[in-house]
């Protein structure tokens, strides 16, 4: 089944595309934990995944999204260029916004 380890899970010889992605996540939507052979239905309309592939990334994605909960995962540094040309980094924005408040 899935490995035990982030890392090497993530290594794993099943690449998955972005169309593939997106049509994973539509059908996590479509599908939910109540449905009757979830994983195979998924596997069905990502259309080039076997269910057991479709359950690895959904392991995946689980411990993803703990670690993002959890803040185990950095925000990316992404910049703001406001209007009047100032370019801001999420600290300086952070700090520019606690002074407006």
């Known amino acids: 089944m899935a490995s035990n380890s982030f ?4 290594s794993s010889s099943s ?3 972005s169309r593939e992605n ?6 996590l939507a479509t599908y939910t934990e109540v449905t009757p052979d979830r994983f195979h239905k998924i596997a ?3 259309g080039s995944k076997t269910v057991e592939e479709v359950m690895r990334h959904y ?3 689980e411990k993803d999204i703990m670690k993002i909960e959890n803040d185990q995962i950095p925000l990316p ?7 009047n040309g100032r370019v801001y980094g999420n600290e300086q924005r952070l700090m520019r916004n606690l002074k407006l408040q």
């Open 7 to 10: 890392t090497s899970s993530r």
């Open 15 to 17: 690449t998955w595309t």
């Open 77 to 83: 540094n992404y910049r703001v260029i406001t209007s």
């Open 22 to 27: 997106k049509r994973f996540e539509e059908a």
């Open 44 to 46: 069905r309309a990502v």
């Open 59 to 61: 392991e995946i994605l």
